[in-house]
């Protein structure tokens, strides 16, 4: 008896391979060896299938003389048949378009042709041979070929498929039909099951290759393992994509892949499956998901296994110092940089290295204006930057020496690799965490969704220029942060491995834009013409010469960059190279901090350094709804006992208030600053309780309901806001607060008009019935934020109703006559035509005359109605 089969959980390629087989072997039986994908089943019970198919328990399997494989050459993947496929006296036959793996089925004949699908293997034979189908045939045939091939669009597409497919159409084929049987249908199961996998997704780079893996449980599910993964990777946009799938007996994996760096038939095949270098699937049994992945993972670095050198884990550029530095400047360069040793270099070159101790020692023997040169050690042993990790690991080990410096094929000193540096390494690799399987997020999908395509044009013509410079660049900050909130933020702060003032000159040429440059702290602004901004800096490190003081300068990489940032949620960056465009650079656990919605610092001394970052942790805290983490809740309490904002600019505490003021939460904010204690080193006279909270909240009140009339007023939301939260200060003190907060002329002369402000308050108060012309002699001299601040001062409906009617309706009305009019109709020139004009004003808020001849009848008839 002849059979043909193929691999169990059938697809389109099987059930048309199996059909050209028929038409090769007519008198053959037609086996399924185990289940079927879930869209092939529905497209099988919407055809009219030209031949019966039998299970394996409806026939003899002994009795079986010629076996005929097509699209399977692996015993593990044939269910029943695999215990007859090395039966004495068995003839097999097999065509496969998948690359040769280790323990294959051999046969008498074997047709093994690289192509998109064995499909086209048995239609071109059928060609050849002349042997007629019909179109119904060659439309099931198309399905198999257009699904392995992506409807011939995938890279392991070959000439001989569109052959085939040529051959069917001319045969007939309908492909309005095959796209009907192609066409992947989700059910409510099949989106649930999609969210958790894509929830789970982890990029590895690897090799540098980046891999998506996603997984999950599906215990139950009876969905398309394959289709889901097709899914995952356009969504996810990614070039190559395991899905490991736990049903709770196994683990299936089904890999896809669109670029040639990464074959993932290879690796199905070392977990015991199989497949093309475009697409593969495998099965692991009596393992966990978690075990399962780390066996995907070794599989993935066997294929893809390059070694790591000095280059890939040195800290880089290095921190030197020249060979005639004296001793005690030599120290300060290690405080500063908080380092134990330092590489002396003379123009770049090597020269030697000296420790702490050594510095120590020869300061306190009064050799503090001595050279480093006369007292470094020269015998230290150097790497190269391509030297292999491994060699490097034993020279540390071997000689014990506290830093290798990293040199060039030149001789450049170019980084350095500390103990620490192989100490972590050694844990990344016990911990599964090393470089070549670091888990790596890219942000690109974010960015897609949240920032106009103009904003990621821009990003990627940056990484471009900076790769055309050598530079890298990245985005880093808030920018960084929001994307991880889902929040658009258009801030756009780069940061340069390089000179950034020469990149933002190129970027600012490419985009036609001005640029203003800062030489002393290494930064650009630049200023798109339609009013874009965009921030470039050296990457530097900040050092504070006392609490408090405005940072000096270095240059440094981009970790150190990072370093001197406020918070770890804050301190992430995305690289913008073309090689690693929207890669996510998290040296300090920001991602992890965003998920768990808490605000830390990066080190100890971040608030003694500035202390206005205590002001923006609790600002963010309740922006974001974050909690501030339990030891930097502690370092804010012990910054206020030290009174921190003390010896701080005022201008600096300004910029924090004026961010916290404009906040939609600011009421929280200040409430937190309060309990903290920091509001009173802001001023100790400023009251917040209860009455002031009221007070407060009604002022926003009133500036929202100001905001919805639409009109082109512009006022500062934060002014009227500072006057609410001041109101408990007295002039003076007030005043003295403005000062010291270096708040502009203007801006302390608007507090100033608060207390004619609070008199006309109190003048309304006293009015139950109060005339509109009154109203409007009260209010007219005041500017509209002191009005508004009126508003939220009075707990009184009544007199709130006043205010808004003056500036909704009063303020705006004025006399049909003007002076020239006035004088046409006989008045003299002088202060009479004044006080006419503020008559018929008043006489028209009041109700009295309203059109302009009710006003020129006034004028002429000289005596006011009453």
């Known amino acids: ?126 060609k050849e041979r002349g042997i007629d189908i019909t179109p119904h045939e060659a439309t099931i045939l198309m399905t198999g070929i257009y699904e392995d091939t992506g409807f011939l669009t995938y890279p ?21 039909r095959v796209a009907q049987l192609l066409r992947k249908e989700m059910t409510p199961e099949d989106v649930s099951i999609l969210d958790e996998f894509l929830k789970s997704t982890t990029t590895y780079t690897i090799g540098g290759v980046d891999v998506l893996i996603a997984e999950g449980h ?40 669109t670029t040639p760096r990464i074959d993932v038939g290879r ?23 978690v075990q399962a992945r780390e066996r995907l993972l070794d599989a993935i670095r066997k294929v893809i296994s390059p070694e790591r050198t000095a280059g890939d884990i040195m800290s880089s550029p290095p921190i030197t110092v020249p060979a005639d530095t004296t001793l005690e400047d030599t120290i300060e360069v290690m405080r500063r940089f908080n380092i134990n ?66 040199v060039s094929d030149r001789g450049k000193v170019v980084g350095v690799i500390t103990r620490t540096d192989m100490l972590r390494l050694l844990h990344e690799e016990v911990s599964g965490r090393a470089e070549s399987s670091r888990k790596v997020r890219y942000l690109t999908k974010q960015m897609k969704e949240l920032l106009p395509q103009w904003v990621v044009d821009i990003l990627r013509e940056a990484g471009r220029i900076a790769e055309s410079l050598s530079y890298r660049a990245y985005v880093v900050g808030g920018f960084v942060r929001d994307l991880f909130l889902g929040r658009e933020n258009l801030d756009i702060d780069i940061v340069i491995e390089g000179d950034g003032i020469v990149f933002a000159r190129g970027l600012a040429g490419r985009l036609n834009a001005r640029i203003t440059t800062h030489e002393r702290f290494k930064t650009a602004v630049l200023l798109i013409p339609d009013g874009f901004r965009i921030d470039v800096a050296t990457a530097r490190l900040e050092y504070y010469e006392h609490p408090g003081a405005l940072p000096s300068i270095e240059v440094s990489s981009l970790k150190l960059d990072l370093y001197r940032r406020d918070f770890t949620i804050n301190a992430l960056a995305v690289a913008l190279n073309p090689d690693r465009f929207g890669e996510l650079i998290d040296f300090f656990g920001g991602q992890r901090d965003i998920k768990d919605r808490t605000i830390r610092v990066i080190h100890n001394l971040s608030f003694v350094e500035d202390p206005t970052r205590a002001l923006r942790a609790v600002r963010f805290a309740e922006k974001f709804a974050f909690r501030i983490g339990g030891h930097t809740l502690n370092l ?31 009421k929280e904010t200040i409430t937190s600053l309060h309990s903290l204690g920091l509001l009173r080193l802001i001023h100790p006279g400023i009251r917040w309780d209860e009455e002031m909270e009221s007070l407060y909240e009604r002022t926003k009140e009133a500036l929202s309901w100001h905001r919805l009339l639409y009109t082109d007023e512009r006022i500062e939301r934060w002014s009227v806001l500072f006057l609410a939260l001041t109101d408990s200060l007295p002039e003076r003190e007030l005043i003295g607060l403005a ?16 207390k004619d402000g609070i008199i006309a308050l109190e003048n309304i108060h006293s009015e139950e019935d109060i005339k509109p012309s009154h109203l409007h002699t009260l209010l007219s001299p005041l500017p509209v934020e002191i009005i508004l601040y009126l508003m939220g001062r009075t707990d009184s409906d009544r007199v709130r109703r006043d205010i808004s009617t003056y500036i909704t309706r009063l303020r705006y009305i004025r006399p049909h006559l003007n002076g020239n009019d006035l004088k046409r109709l006989g008045l003299p020139e002088g202060p009479v035509i004044g006080k006419v004009l503020k008559i018929l004003l008043h006489k028209r808020l009041d109700g009295y005359i309203t059109t302009r001849e009710d006003e020129e009848r006034f004028v002429r008839e000289g005596i006011p109605f009453m």
């Open 1 to 126: 008896m002849e059979v043909i089969a193929s691999h169990t959980n059938a697809d389109f390629d099987t059930i048309a391979s199996m059909l050209a087989a028929k038409k090769l072997y007519p008198g053959a039986h037609l086996l399924f060896t185990g289940s079927l994908e879930r869209d092939l089943k529905r497209a099988l019970s919407e055809i009219d299938f030209p031949y019966p198919i039998e299970r394996p328990r409806e026939i003899d399997l002994d009795s079986i003389d010629r076996l005929i494989l097509v699209d399977i050459r692996q015993s593990s993947r044939i269910g029943p048949l695999s215990r007859i496929v090395s039966k004495e006296g068995l003839d097999i036959h097999i065509y496969d378009h998948h690359p040769d793996g280790r323990g294959d089925i051999r046969g008498s004949v074997e047709v093994v042709e690289s192509c998109g699908s064995t499909t086209t293997i048995l239609v071109l034979i059928i």
């Open 156 to 176: 392991s597409t070959t000439v001989k498929d569109y052959s085939a497919a040529s051959f069917l159409l001319q045969k007939g084929a309908d492909l309005v």
């Open 218 to 257: 599906i215990e139950g599910y009876r969905g398309d393992i394959s289709a889901l993964a097709h899914r995952i990777r356009d969504i996810e946009d990614g070039e190559c994509v395991f899905v490991m799938a736990d049903t709770g007996e196994r683990v299936h994996v089904v890999a896809r892949s």
């Open 267 to 289: 690796i199905a095949r070392i977990l015991g499956g199989g497949g093309h270098p475009t697409a593969s699937s495998a099965t692991l049994k009596g393992m966990t998901l």
């Open 341 to 406: 040793a330092v590489v002396v270099t003379e123009e770049g070159e090597f020269r030697g290295v000296i420790t702490r101790q050594v510095l120590d020692k020869a300061i306190a023997h009064g050799l503090g204006s001595a050279r480093v040169e006369d007292f470094m050690t020269t015998e230290v042993d150097l790497v190269e930057v391509t030297r292999p990790i491994e060699e490097i690991r034993k020279r540390v080990l071997s000689f014990g020496q506290r830093l290798l410096p990293v």
């Open 636 to 666: 804010i309490k012990n910054a206020v006992r030290f009174d921190i904002l003390k010896g701080i600019a005022g201008s600096r505490i300004l910029y924090e208030l004026k961010n916290i003021l404009e906040e939609e939460r600011s």
């Open 739 to 754: 000062e010291r907060l270096t708040m502009a002329r203007k801006k302390i002369e608007l507090l100033r008009m608060r």
